[in-house]
């Protein structure tokens, strides 16, 4: 059973929403916390300070038990006005940079035997609709932890990777400019808080993947079983939403 008191969690994308109610919730169970948060608009700089961030969180808090990638941006955009450009970016934000993070801060957290999450998102396994760039991201990340789960496990390192999938979390980047407007029924919102006791249930357990809610894995579960009737769902489901909203 793992136990977070006494451990040093690091939690990216730790200013507002998720990332700062898991700070909390970690900190409020004992954990010693590092926090850190980037804008997007800084992202050549922040991909190339990742290193020396690390070496710096690392040092600083004494060594790092459990890292928290769950810094991220959306993109809602339609493929018809999808460019390269936004596609590469969302993309170096959302699954360069943490892997990039991981990577660095690896040696350390092998040594230490500790834990990586990683905050995905339903999006990576219902892929919705104006959000291809955004899904792709999370699905990129989701099978990375997959393999990376694996890769230690075989080389028994005792570290374990964990996966987050939220679904509709009453966050700021429903809100953010430069994006389509949510095909979300944000009255399902759920608020921070209400991702802080999944996770450290995970931690203390070991489970590779969870939902947030749980409920979501049967849909996840309906998908796979039938993806040509869930892809006319979700295309009903979009004509719906746009012709009321």
């Known amino acids: 059973m793992y136990e977070l008191a006494g451990k040093k969690v690091l939690v990216t994308g730790a200013s507002v929403g998720i990332g700062a ?43 790092i038990d459990v890292l928290v990638n769950n810094a991220g941006v959306p993109k809602r955009r339609g493929i018809l006005e999808l460019t390269p450009a936004v596609v590469e970016e969302v993309m170096a934000i959302n699954y360069f940079s943490p892997v990039r993070l991981t990577l660095a801060l690896l040696p350390g957290i092998v040594e230490r035997q500790g834990r990586i999450v990683n905050i995905s998102s339903i999006a990576a396994r219902l892929g919705p609709g104006t ?5 792709a991201t999370k699905a990129a990340i989701t099978a990375w932890s997959e393999s990376i789960a694996v890769d230690l496990a075989l080389a028994d390192t005792g570290v374990k ?8 979390i009453d966050t700021d980047l ?14 399902m919102a759920l608020p921070v808080e209400a991702m802080v006791e999944p996770v450290v ?9 969870i939902y947030v809610p749980e409920w979501f894995r049967d849909i996840v579960a309906g998908k796979l079983e039938n993806p040509d009737q869930f892809l006319e769902g979700s295309i009903a489901y979009l004509r719906e939403r746009t012709a009321t909203g």
């Open 21 to 63: 109610a898991l700070a909390r919730g970690f900190a409020e169970r004992g954990a010693i916390v590092g926090i850190c948060a980037r804008r997007e608009d800084k992202l050549a700089e922040v991909l190339a300070d990742l290193e020396a961030f690390a070496r710096r969180a690392d040092e600083e808090l004494g060594g």
């Open 131 to 135: 959000e291809s760039a955004y899904s």
């Open 161 to 168: 990777v964990h996966v987050v999938n939220p679904a509709i």
């Open 174 to 187: 429903f809100h953010l400019p430069d994006n389509d407007p949510t095909i979300a029924d944000l009255s």
């Open 201 to 209: 249930e995970q931690l203390r357990s070991g489970e590779f993947e």
